[in-house]
């Protein structure tokens, strides 16, 4: 009693319900190369789980899936040490350059787990286009402390930024990336930091594919409060929509958004467009009617 004794020692997520006599214990597990699956295991020191559920078909085993490789780093003016998640090609030969992709960025996304989609995308890639894939936990993310989680509150496209350039600078310290071809790409607060990071940091970034970017605070929902605040009270997050730094972009840009997104509202995108254009901009829109 009080003592605590590890049950588990593969590496990933685990997401543990005990049974009702306390016996045994199910879990969902996944990791870098595995899709969530169903183990059960009794309550003991190291026991061996047993996989019930084998969700993906054969031939998902005969594809040499990456492990990622794990990094920490410090901050280029902070006092933060970072943490990203590196998937590299497979046979990478340190002879050579390679491009390097920032996505999806987020936070909370270096996690040794299978990201369903976007997992696959990220593998893919990886394996077949032989690029570096990479994911940073910028500030926002969770299991670094407080000050760490909350340092974005109504600071969005501002101090997510440094922590990528941070990012970015260890990546090409390596000797085998090719600092010039570096991009972003993400979707919804990942698509805000792509158009951010290219407005606000032009060169940082060869290019970036944001999609349904959320650029303007004025039609946040109603879940994003904890962020910005109200306009009532904090009036100066709201001034902060991305429309004022676009004369910035320099950088290969596409946006893609869907016309009934319910989160994020397609006439941002429209609105944003139409300032791009007005003042000259060289950029990309792809719209999906039906897409949410």
Same mark, same amino acid.
């Given at each position: ?26 879990y ?12 059960l ?9 047993? %996989?019930?559920?084998?969700s ?30 590196i ?25 040794n787990?299978?990201a369903?989609?976007?997992g ?20 926002g ?15 969005w ?19 085998y ?33 944001a ?5 303007d ?22 001034q ?16 893609i ?10 006439q ?7 300032e791009?254009? %007005? ?14």
């Amino acid at each position: 009693r009080g003592r605590r004794e590890r049950l588990t020692s593969r590496a990933g997520m685990y997401t543990p319900v005990v049974a009702p006599d306390g016996r045994s214990v199910a879990y969902l597990f996944t990791d870098d190369v595995t899709p969530t699956e169903l183990y059960l295991a009794p309550i003991a020191p190291a026991a061996r789980m047993r %996989r019930v559920t084998h969700s993906p078909p054969p031939e998902f085993a005969a594809v040499p899936w990456i492990r990622a490789r794990y990094v920490t780093f410090r901050h280029k003016s902070e006092p933060y040490t970072l943490h990203a998640r590196i998937l590299e090609p497979p046979g990478l030969d340190p002879s050579r350059r390679y491009p390097v992709l920032f996505g999806p960025v987020y936070s909370n996304t270096v996690r040794n787990r299978w990201a369903g989609l976007y997992g696959a995308l990220q593998q893919l890639l990886a394996l077949e286009h032989g690029y570096i894939v990479v994911q940073v936990d910028v500030r926002g993310s969770t299991g670094y402390g407080r000050d760490f989680r909350e340092k974005f509150l109504m600071d969005w496209g501002g101090g997510d930024l440094e922590d990528l350039e941070s990012a970015v600078d260890y990546m090409k310290s390596l000797p085998y990336v090719d600092g010039s071809r570096i991009g972003i790409w993400g979707s919804s607060y990942g698509g805000t930091l792509t158009v951010y990071s290219l407005f606000r940091k032009p060169g940082l970034f060869k290019a970036g594919a944001a999609g349904a970017p959320a650029v303007d605070p004025r039609y946040f929902g109603s879940d994003d409060v904890a962020i910005v605040r109200r306009p009532q009270t904090h009036p100066e997050a709201f001034q902060r929509g991305a429309a004022q730094w676009a004369g910035n972009l320099r950088d290969h840009l596409l946006i893609i958004h869907g016309m009934e997104d319910d989160v994020v509202p397609f006439q941002t995108t429209v609105q944003l467009a139409e300032e791009l254009m %007005r003042l000259g901009k060289d950029f990309d829109v792809a719209f999906a009617p039906a897409a949410t």
